[in-house]
C-alpha cells in the first residue's frame, strides 16, 4: 500500500452542508452496525461524536472490503489499495465527493490524528486477506492462524490498539502515558471478540487463538472447526479471558488521563465490553450454540450510568 499522505497546506474545503450530510452518512452507517460502540459515543460533545462516528464509518469500509464474499483475496487486496489511495488523495487536498473520506479528513484536522495511524487501521485488516490470498474457496486451505500471542498482539495492535489511539486523539489528551493504556485498553476488547466470535470466525479459516495456547490445553486448530465441544475449550477461552481481564485494568486507568468531556464515553466503552466478557463467562464460554451479546436494555443501563457521570 502507498504510504500516508500528511494534510496538504492549501486544500480544498467542502461546503458546510456538504460537511453535514457526510456526517450525517457516517453517523447512520455506526448507528447501524456499530452495535457497542454506538452507545459509548452518546454521551460524547457533539464534535467528538460526530469525528468517531466517521473513524468508525472508515473503518467499517475497510473491513467490508477484506470480507466481501463476492471477491477473490487479490480483488479484496486491490480494492483496499484503492480505499487508501483515494484517503491519501483526500489527506492532500483534492476534492472527493466520498462523504466518509469527507467526514474523516474533516475530524483528522480537527484533532490533529496522525495519518499513520489511519493507514495502519487499513493495514491492519489487510492482514487477514494476506494470509488468505493463495487459497481457493472461500475457507483457507491453511488457516489464519497465530503461533504465540506476541504475534496475535501485533495483529490486535493493528486493528484494535490503533483504534484506541485515534479514539484518544479525540477524546484529547495531553500525558503520552495515555498511548501504552490506549493500546492494551484496544487489546483487551479485540480478545474479547476473539472470544465471542471463536466458532465464526473459524468458519471463515481464521483461528485467532494462538497456538501455543491451544497446545497448552491440548487442542488444535481442527477443535475448533465443525462441530466444537464447548466443554473441551472452555479452559481455553477462561484462560484467553483471563488475560483480557488484565488488559481491562489500563481501561480504568486510562479514564483520569483523557479530557473530562470523554471520560464518561470511555467509561461507557470499557464497561460495555468487560460486560459482554463478563456475560460469555457466565454461560460457561459456550458461545458456539448462538452469538452472545448484550441486550438493548443491559447497554442502556450503562449508557444510564455514563449520563450520570457525564452531568456529575
Known amino acids: ?71 477473490t483475496p487479490p480483488e479484496r487486496r486491490r480494492k483496499l489499495e484503492s480505499w487508501l489511495d483515494a484517503l491519501h488523495r483526500a489527506q492532500q487536498g483534492q476534492p472527493t465527493d466520498d462523504p466518509i473520506l469527507l467526514a474523516l479528513t474533516d475530524a483528522q484536522r480537527r484533532y490533529q490524528i496522525p495519518a499513520g495511524l489511519l493507514d495502519e487501521l487499513a493495514q491492519g485488516t489487510a492482514m487477514d486477506v494476506e494470509a488468505t490470498e493463495s487459497a481457493e474457496g472461500s475457507i483457507p486451505a491453511t488457516p489464519i492462524q497465530y503461533q504465540t500471542f506476541e504475534d496475535l498482539r501485533f495483529y490486535c495492535y493493528r486493528v484494535a490498539s490503533v483504534v484506541g489511539l485515534v479514539c484518544i486523539h479525540i477524546f484529547g489528551y495531553r500525558d503520552p502515558a495515555a498511548e501504552p493504556l490506549a493500546e492494551r485498553c484496544g487489546l483487551a476488547f479485540q480478545l474479547t471478540n476473539i472470544i465471542r466470535d471463536v466458532k465464526e470466525d473459524a468458519a471463515m479459516g481464521r483461528v485467532y487463538l494462538p497456538q501455543e495456547d491451544l497446545a497448552k490445553f491440548g487442542l488444535s486448530t481442527s477443535d475448533l472447526q465443525a462441530s466444537p465441544d464447548p466443554a473441551k475449550l472452555r479452559p481455553l477461552l477462561s484462560f484467553e479471558a483471563d488475560r483480557a481481564r488484565e488488559f481491562y485494568r489500563s481501561g480504568d486507568e486510562l479514564l483520569a488521563y483523557i479530557s473530562e468531556d470523554s471520560q464518561p464515553a470511555l467509561w461507557v466503552l470499557v464497561n460495555i465490553y468487560r460486560h459482554l466478557l463478563e456475560k460469555i463467562g457466565e454461560r460457561q464460554f459456550d458461545v458456539f450454540s448462538g452469538k452472545v451479546s448484550l441486550t438493548t436494555w443491559e447497554k442502556l443501563r450503562i449508557l444510564g450510568k455514563g449520563f450520570v457521570q457525564r452531568v456529575l
Open 1 to 71: 500500500m502507498s504510504a500516508g499522505a500528511q494534510p496538504a497546506a492549501v486544500q480544498w474545503s467542502p461546503a458546510p452542508p456538504q460537511l453535514a450530510m457526510a456526517y450525517s452518512v457516517c453517523r447512520g452507517i455506526t448507528r447501524s452496525t456499530a452495535k457497542n460502540f454506538y452507545y459509548a459515543f452518546l454521551v460524547l460533545p457533539r464534535r467528538k461524536r460526530e469525528a468517531l462516528c466517521a473513524v468508525y464509518a472508515f473503518m467499517r469500509r475497510c473491513d467490508d472490503i477484506t470480507d466481501d464474499p463476492g471477491l
